[in-house]
C-alpha cells in the first residue's frame, strides 16, 4: 500500500520561504515521477512542480524562480522550496506520485495547507 504524508505548511508572510515535505512509503517502482499540486478555493487543482525521477523537472510559469522541487531518492521523498511568496500562492498544495511505465498509478497525499497573508 503507497501512502504519501505531506509537512511543511503553515502561514506565512508575502514575500516568505516555506519548505514543504513529501513521505513516501510502501513498493515505489523506479520509474516515477513526484510532484506538487495545488487548488485554492473556488479554482481547479493545478500542477505547480513536477519531476520525472532522475530525468527533467517542469514547473507552472506562475512559479518559475520563486520555487524549487527537489528529491531523496534514498527515502523516496519530495521537496518543495518556495520563496517570495504571494498571496496568490495560497493552496492546500498536494503531494502526487505516478508510477509504471506510462505512469498509469497515481496516488496523492491528502495535502497540507499553506496561506501567505500579512
Known amino acids: 500500500q503507497v501512502q504519501l504524508v505531506e509537512s511543511g505548511g503553515g502561514l506565512v508572510q508575502p514575500g516568505g520561504s516555506l519548505i514543504l515535505s513529501c513521505a513516501t512509503s510502501?513498493?515505489?517502482?523506479?520509474?516515477?515521477?513526484m510532484g506538487w499540486y495545488r487548488q485554492a478555493p473556488g479554482k481547479e487543482r493545478e500542477l505547480v512542480a513536477v519531476n520525472f525521477a532522475r530525468s527533467t523537472t517542469n514547473y507552472a510559469d506562475s512559479v518559475k524562480g520563486r520555487f524549487t522541487i527537489s528529491r531523496g531518492y534514498a527515502e523516496n521523498a519530495v521537496y518543495l522550496q518556495m520563496n517570495s511568496l504571494k498571496p496568490e500562492d495560497t493552496a492546500v498544495y498536494y503531494c502526487n506520485l505516478r508510477m509504471g511505465r506510462n505512469y498509469e498509478s497515481d496516488y496523492w497525499g491528502q495535502g497540507t495547507q499553506v496561506t501567505v497573508s500579512s
Open positions: 510502501g513498493d515505489i517502482f523506479s520509474r516515477n515521477a
